[in-house]
């Protein structure tokens, strides 16, 4: 061999493309100009497998309710197995291939080394382009710089991104086909804190356009009850979905936590169109159902899709290992109820993104269609799954157009979707799955004009000591309105995720429509913050609690919820976030100032008028066309005006406690549903067996409040 071919051969080795001398050039992907994208099943469900429809098994179509018109806020459904792609950034001009060592001076990127793209630059990743096996550091892309992801089957591994450029996979007239997965590597213990922004993260101060194949709907709800043991589930829309993909069927019990639920994860094997309508679609399970879910005409657990081609990971060292499930009351031992341990789970370190605006620039993010797995930083500030950060006013800024949509977050250790100091962004269509913290997140109480709709949570983890009014400790007290104060600290950095909302609207003047609720200590929370919080702390331009909303509070639902506290509620308006001068934040979940909504901003506000107390200024909490079920309390709200019209609610201990001046139209309260009894006690050890007398002393008050609780309306106070 010559000297010439000895250099030959090292230099396609840096690029990590031969064997030996034996060349193997990466070539640039193709892409198809119309690719194939999921479509309907084509397949019927075989007779044999479809079961009759009774008076005992009921079958329920097109989100039917029968006081909240659930059903007119659906999103539209759309699929096209082929549509004609435009702006597609991997086909662009003037793109230089990853893979081309004379792109990096001679020798492509090597194995754990930091990346800087080159100034000026659009650089396309391909299939071939880098080693499954390699780990970068940090890769920086610079203002005027991009790295492109190709429409191919990619796996992509690095300790972080600097996004001032552009990072782009796909557009929004350009949705990837194949699976692109990018996988964020670092452990917890090897950081100090606070660590840099792109520690683990994708940090955008730039462009960020992640979009993938669109799925659609994204969530649905059952069509009939799945029953233990079932391997087809039936559900109420026609869906797009493949098979391999993960669904999670949500519980349809009152108790929701870690150490006692019934949500269940199954991967799709087969999907076929079904002879008992032509609107629903049949799912064959991996797995038979461990659970019953109910599906009746009351109501019916939702069924959302949590994969997505596009991926953004956090590696396996994401998950917390203080994975302690189950604690008891030790200062009582006769008490047998269980809850999640206070002092676990607090170690997770998952992958994140955040959009930060906070150094003036004004950057973007763009996403369709992603599936955020193992993300989140428990308990590290703004380390959340997808997080705008203190951009302002976006409709104002000239490329506005921020979204997150039909995309999801799966097993999240901190938040899922996050809004802060930041107005105008649209989360729709979205699904998240076992998160810690509250998930659907409204940060400071200043942001407003956003959208969110059509959006599924589930399954999400209140932090701290939120199991003592049930246990009377710390002064608390299940039966009493109020609840004493809490302040952050390192284990609980925001008091208030003591009761985690699986939508937390500090502000509500937003729109908050067609969304689904299942567990958290609340399925909507609406705290009072007579003052804006945090980073903005004194920038008292407005009062958030007295803010109305933009437009009514519509077609939302929550159920497996306000289980806690004898008080608490699927939908609830209250508890309060106050902030101390040195920066210390308090919260009580309890009784709490009221939202004394109001046109005037500043009313409301110290050193302003205490209320809204002129009468033409007063506005109403609007809530129009929701429903409740399996909580303890349907809606609690401490005042100070509200409407509500066509509300339902079904299996609760209280329909409603409303303070202050109420205007309520077409409402159903049904106290015990027939068709669907629930875990006795909640699933307390020492729980009773139908035709046993239970028995209350070896169970907490929280495991059998729901037992002996049957309230319709509840009415009291001079005033009202």
């Not at 990127?109 to 650089?123: C, E, G, L």
């Not at 991967?267 to 399970?285: E, H, P, R, V």
């Not at 009351?298 to 899709?305: G, K, R, S, T």
């Not at 993300?375 to 590290?380: M, S």
């Amino acid at each position: 061999m010559t000297r010439s071919s000895i250099m030959r051969c090292l230099v396609l080795f840096l690029a990590v493309v031969v064997v030996g001398c034996v060349a193997q050039t990466c070539t640039t992907d193709t892409y198809p100009t119309t690719p194939t994208y999921p479509g309907v099943p084509t397949t019927t469900l075989a007779a044999a497998n479809t079961p009759a429809v009774s008076a005992a098994n009921p079958l329920t179509t097109g989100h039917w309710s029968e006081t909240a018109n659930l059903k007119a806020y659906r999103p539209t459904i759309s699929y096209s197995p082929t549509y004609t792609r435009t702006s597609c950034p991997h086909v662009q001009s003037g793109l230089r291939n990853w893979h081309d060592a004379t792109l990096w001076g001679g020798a492509v990127p090597a194995n754990n080394s930091n990346v800087n793209i080159p100034a000026n630059t659009a650089v396309l990743v391909s299939s071939c382009s880098v080693p499954a096996t390699f780990i970068f550091g940090t890769v920086t892309i610079p203002v005027g710089s991009k790295l492109i992801f190709g429409d191919a089957n990619i796996n992509f591994s690095a300790k972080g991104f600097v996004v001032m450029g552009s990072l782009l996979a796909g557009s929004e007239t350009c949705r990837l086909s194949k699976k692109v997965t990018i996988t964020l590597v670092g452990k917890r213990t090897d950081q100090t804190f606070p660590a840099p922004a792109h520690v683990k993260g994708i940090n955008v101060t730039g462009t960020l356009d992640l979009h993938g194949a669109k799925y659609s709907p994204t969530w649905t709800r059952l069509a009939m009850t799945a029953k233990v043991g079932d391997r087809y589930i039936f559900i109420q829309d026609k869906v797009n979905w493949q098979v391999g993909q993960r669904i999670v069927i949500t519980t349809t019990e009152l108790k929701d936590s870690r150490d006692f639920h019934r949500n269940e994860e199954r991967n799709i094997a087969g999907i076929f169109l079904t002879s008992l309508g032509t609107t629903m679609t049949a799912i064959q399970l991996d797995i038979p159902l461990t659970y019953k879910h109910f599906g009746g005409k009351e109501y019916q657990a939702e069924v959302a899709l949590m994969s997505r081609n596009v991926v953004i990971q956090g590696d396996g060292f994401s998950p917390p290992t203080d994975n302690t499930t189950s604690c008891t009351n030790t200062a009582n031992p006769t008490d047998k109820s269980t809850f999640p341990c206070q002092n676990s789970y607090l170690t997770g370190f998952g992958a994140h993104i955040i959009v930060d605006g906070s150094t003036g620039k004004k950057p973007t993010a763009r996403l369709s269609g992603v599936e955020l797995y193992r993300v989140g930083q428990t308990n590290v500030l703004g380390r959340y799954p997808i997080h705008y950060h203190m951009l302002g006013d976006v409709a104002d800024q000239a490329y506005k157009n921020h979204f997150v949509q039909d995309s999801a977050v799966r097993e999240s250790y901190f938040r899922c979707y996050a809004i802060h100091g930041t107005s105008g962004v649209k989360l729709t269509e979205n699904t998240a799955y076992n998160a810690i913290g509250h998930c659907y997140f409204l940060e400071d109480g200043v942001e407003e004009n956003n959208t969110i709709s059509f959006n599924q949570a589930a399954f999400v983890h209140p932090l701290g000591p939120f199991q003592n009014p049930s246990i009377s400790a710390n002064g608390d007290s299940w039966y009493s309105q109020y609840l004493s104060l809490y302040t952050n600290n390192s284990n609980l950095i925001l008091p208030s995720d003591m009761a985690a909302g699986a939508f937390y609207i500090t502000n509500a003047y937003n729109d908050i429509i067609g969304n689904a609720a299942s567990g958290g200590w609340a399925g909507f929370a609406m705290p009072s913050l007579a003052y804006p919080v945090k980073l903005h702390y004194g920038k008292n331009t407005m009062s958030p609690k007295n803010r109305p909303f933009r437009t009514p509070f519509r077609g939302n639902s929550a159920h497996s919820t306000g289980y806690w506290w004898a008080t608490a509620a699927g939908i609830y308006v209250g508890g309060e976030l106050t902030q101390s001068s040195s920066g210390v934040l308090s919260y009580t979940s309890g009784r709490s100032a009221t939202h004394d909504t109001c046109s005037d901003k500043l009313i409301g506000l110290p050193g302003q008028t205490a209320g809204c107390y002129d009468l033409p200024k007063q506005l109403w909490l609007r809530f129009e066309d929701n429903k409740v079920f399996l909580s303890n309390r349907g809606k609690q709200h401490w005042g100070e005006r509200s409407e509500i019209i066509r509300f339902e609610i079904h299996d609760v201990g209280l329909s409603m406690n409303v303070f202050g001046s109420v205007w309520i139209d077409q409402m159903l309260m049904e106290c015990r549903s027939l068709n669907h009894d629930i875990t006795w006690f909640n699933g307390c050890p020492s729980a009773p067996t139908d035709g046993v007398v239970p028995s209350y002393s070896a169970c907490n008050v929280r495991d059998h409040y729901y037992f002996s609780t049957f309230g319709g309306f509840q009415w009291y106070d001079v005033g009202q």
